[in-house]
Each structure stands twice: as C-alpha cells, then as structure tokens.
C-alpha cells in the first residue's frame, strides 16, 4: 500500500507531489483527466513567478513534472474510473486499465474545466484568441477590442479586468438583464469601455488563424449580425472535476469540494484537497500551487500523527 496518491497532474496535484517526495511520501501521482491541467492548453505563461520572459504551459507543467520525478514521485498516466473511501483509510483508487492503488492518505487535485459555447470555431481558435481566462490572457490584447460571453459575476470580473488592456469590451448575454450581482453590474454598466449586446448568442467566432470577430444572433428576432474583435473570453463559469467524488466526500452547491479550512483537509479524515477543485474564487496556477503545498504538508503530517 502507498502512503500517498494525488489524483490530478496540474499545478496542485505536481506541487503537492514535490513537497510530499521530498518529505519522502514516495507519492503515487495519477495524472487523470488532463495530464498537466489547464495550463497544458495554454500558449504563453507570463504571470507565473521566475519565469520573466514567459513561458509555453505544456513546457511549464513538463518541469513540474520533471522535478517531482526527480524526488521519487511516480507518475501514472491514466484516468480513475472510481474511488472508495473510508474514514481514515485505506483508500482505494480504480483506474481505467483495471487496476487498482490502494493508499493511506489521498490528495484530490482534479481541477476544473470552464464552460464554453461547444462551437466548433470556438474550440479551434483556443489560445489564437479564444480563452477562458482574462487574468491569464488579457495582457495580450492591449489597444484592441475583445468580446465576453456571460452575465454574471465571473463575467463582469472578466470585463472589468480587461479594459485594463483593451480598446474595448463588448459583454455578450443571452438575457436582457445581468445574472450578476447588483454592484458588480453597476461597475460595468457605468464604465465607459464597456458596451453591452443583450438577448443574443455568439454562433461563431471568426478567422482562420486568428480571432477576427464574431457571429450573433438575437434570440427575440433571429437577426444576424458581426462584431469585430481580436479577443474572445468565455466567461460562462467553471465546471469542477469532482463527479467521482459525489455522495463520498462534502461538495458545496456547485460541486466544489469543501475544505475545513484554512487546512487543505476535506471532509472525509484522509482525504485532502487542492486547487481549482476546490478553489472556485482565484483559479489561478500560482495559487493551485499554493494550495498543493499546504496540502502535501497537511498530509505529511497526518500521516506522522497516525504512526
């Protein structure tokens, strides 16, 4: 039996894994659904810290990888078809070859997955100027006119943050009215950068290469119509990675997993968490991180407690 299994190969899950090598947990990392997380999908780095002249995601979470390997973590590449836990363990991890790991201690470290549109232009022009992500992307299109898909909070935070760089922003809502709450839409409405197009859809985003605009209709009259932008944001919320844990561990109303905080512990004794799992607020890699460190340590000294 192992001392420790992280499910998920992101920032927290390859953070939590470099601290828990070194403190000699031998862990066992499942690389799950998206080996490297998010930011495999994403071109170019430029607020992760020690890295000035940024650097290419998939490359970034490689070096994670590498140095975790380098203080005896094991990686295995496959995805867990289901869990079984217990109070204080041992607990069981299924994965999809058949086989099972078994483990005292478990840090969950899936992640999330934002919501998109699912059109085919939208998925082909990830990172050529389509993003779900405004804090990681939006220093790449100063002085010029971006888009945003939403109505709530997440959407007006998005907006917000990106007339810090663009021309201008145009919030696209498929309602006449925000979904966000009322002093997050007082800010936007009343900012001078920001333009609303309401009871519309995108139907798709333009350009071969490169985002070049988007196509919308109005869902009251069906009318078609095209905006030119250089930006496309999704800002239609996240979707945590949490269904395998559904019914065995504590999730709030939108399926992240709750932590007794301000520990990584959830609440299942054993069981830890880590990241954008859990974390619905930041969403960022530096503090995915974070959260791995403190739950590699919280772990560590769970485990030493139970000797």
């Known amino acids: 039996m192992d001392k420790l299994v992280i499910i998920g190969s992101g920032a927290a899950g390859l953070t939590a894994a470099i601290y828990a090598s070194r403190s000699n947990l031998a862990p066992v990392v499942i690389s799950g659904i998206m080996p490297g997380g998010l930011l495999t999908q994403t071109s170019d780095v430029e607020n992760y810290p020690g890295f000035p002249d940024a650097i290419n995601g998939f490359d970034l979470m490689m070096k994670f990888q590498e140095q975790a390997e380098r203080f005896g973590t094991k990686v295995i590449n496959e995805n867990v078809q289901k869990v079984e836990f217990a109070a204080g363990g041992p607990q069981k991890i299924f994965l999809s070859s058949g086989d099972a790991v078994e483990a005292s201690a478990v840090i969950i470290a899936t992640g999330a997955s934002p919501r998109w549109m699912d059109l085919e232009s939208e998925q082909r022009l990830k990172n050529k100027g389509v993003s779900a992500c405004a804090t ?27 007339t810090n760089f663009a021309s201008e922003v145009t919030v696209i809502h498929r309602r006449h009215e925000l979904r966000a709450s009322k002093i997050m839409a007082d800010r936007a409405l009343a900012h001078p950068k920001i333009k609303f197009v309401w009871n519309s859809v995108v139907t798709e985003v333009l350009g071969q290469n490169e985002v070049e605009g988007v196509k919308v ?58 990241g954008d799992c859990a974390d619905h607020v930041y969403r960022q890699a530096v503090t995915a991180a974070g959260m791995g460190c403190k739950a590699a340590i919280d772990a560590e000294r769970w485990l030493s407690a139970r000797k």
Request: hydrophobic residues 45%.
């Open 136 to 162: 990681c992307d939006g220093a790449f299109f100063k002085g010029v006119p971006v888009i945003v898909i939403g109505g709530g909070d997440t959407a007006m935070e998005e907006a917000l943050f990106l």
């Open 217 to 274: 209709q109005d869902v009251v009259s069906n009318a078609i119509s095209t905006i030119p932008c250089k930006g496309y944001f999704a800002a239609l919320g996240h979707i945590p990675n949490t269904q395998l844990f559904k019914g065995l561990i504590e999730l709030n109303e939108n399926g992240y997993i709750k932590l007794l905080e301000p520990s990584t512990y959830t609440t299942m004794e054993g069981v830890f968490a880590a």
